[in-house]
């Protein structure tokens, strides 16, 4: 039914989408908690439209004008870029110099904030809810619209892989909105660090390997080279996190204040 | 010139958003990355040191940014 990498294009789309999806939810609860659900619904929804649009504009414009390897330039550095800021921040996070990411934590700091802003109205719509679910939803959806985009259209003018792709990142989205909705509250137990952490050395792998594609550089055993790179930063990764954890804990032995 | 002006903020509003949104709070992740591209074209072509330099390049990249990130915390 589906080839390997296309499963790895749909876990791998799934698992970025429903980290973003986790935490535009929260900032969703948050807005619509504090100034009303109609007016952050409708927020939601309009960035929803507005990422639609971008994948089909963007999408298509680079099918049809983009030569296949100055693609691949193009998407193995965006992956590059995001997954390197992915696996760095998921290193601090688990070496204990940048604390974990909680949702619950979040939520309650974003409730907060949005108590003390006023209630603006227009008609029947609260501008703040619908300003501040709009910015939350296009902003968390626009990673997952590069990473869509980037797999999708490894391969150039293959429709194929972004259907997969738009199918791994629809998914995770309905099964948190699902889930949101019927529990109503942030979704802090989803492990966003350890996916965080695993879907950034996916992101690093494929971006070096299609940027350097791209850019003519001939891997040795073609694509099985992904599996080695990924053992690559796999075992840097951890490295990292356990140097780090020892730097840590010895200044916090020596009674560093962090 | 009120329209210049609103096209003009458009722009610079605009290219922030990318900014921020490629860059972050990290420029030397986008710049090391770019470097590694750059390395990419001119070993192109030269067997294995293309892939060992670029794949090095990578991986020192991530030490150095994580190393200079707790730093701040140092």
Sequence with gaps: MFTGSEIVLIITVMAASAVEAVEALTIILASGITHGWRSTWEGAIVALFALAAVVAVLGTTIIHHVDINVLRVIVGTLLLIFGMQWLTKAILRSSGFKAMHDEAKIFEKDVEELKKEKHIRHGKRDSIAFVVSFKGVFLEGMEVVMIVISFGLSNGNDYSRLKYAVLGAAVAIAVIAVIGAIVAKPLSKVPENTLKLGVGIILVSFGMFWMGEGAGVKWPMSDVFILILAAVFTTTTFGLIAFFKGVHNRMHHEGHTL | ?74
Excluded: Q
Excluded at chain 2, 35 to 62: C, E, K, P
Excluded at chain 2, 64 to 73: A, E, L, S
């Design chain 2, 1 to 74: 010139m009120k329209i210049l002006k609103t096209i003009w903020k458009l722009i610079i509003s605009f290219l922030l958003f990318w900014k921020d949104f490629l860059v972050g709070d990290s420029p030397e992740l986008a710049l090391g990355v770019l470097i590694i591209l750059g390395v990419a074209y001119l070993l192109r072509n030269h067997g294995v040191w293309d892939v060992a330099s670029i794949t090095s390049l990578a991986l020192v990249l991530m030490v150095v940014t994580v190393w200079r990130k707790t730093r701040d915390h140092r």
